[in-house]
């Protein structure tokens, strides 16, 4: 039962931007955290923005003024803009909902590739 549902991923040059989408139920989208992770080849998943249910937000500092996370609530989808990508962006990129500490839902992830 797939709870978060990804798109937006591709190919993408250097330089260029890319907007991520995670569509999920109300109930999960209204009481829980989304956050938005990526995990390189060979690397360990990490945190790259998240956003409370309050619209607080918060950002890994390899992405700060590149990346943007934001929620639509009628839609009950939330989005990472991402500009100005850099070949070390390169990932496979997950939605999450829950603590950022320890998720409880997690998407199938897609893949981003940025080209030097």
């Known amino acids: 039962q797939v709870q978060l549902v990804e798109s937006g991923g591709g190919l993408v040059q250097a330089g260029g931007s890319l907007r991520l989408s995670c569509a999920t139920s109300?109930?999960?989208?209204?009481?829980?955290?989304m956050g938005w992770y990526r995990q390189a080849p060979g690397k360990q998943r990490e945190l790259v923005a998240f956003?409370?249910?309050?619209?607080?937000?918060n950002y890994a500092d390899s992405v700060k003024g590149r990346f943007t996370i934001s929620r639509d609530i009628a839609e009950n989808t939330v989005y990472l803009q991402m500009n100005n990508l850099k070949p070390e962006d390169t990932a496979v990129y997950y939605c999450?909902?829950?603590?950022?500490?320890?998720?409880?839902?997690w998407g199938q992830g897609t893949q981003v590739t940025v080209s030097s």
């Open positions: 999450s909902a829950g603590p950022t500490s320890n998720p409880r839902f």
């Open positions: 109300r109930y999960i989208f209204s009481i829980n955290t």
């Open positions: 956003i409370t249910s309050s619209a607080s937000t």
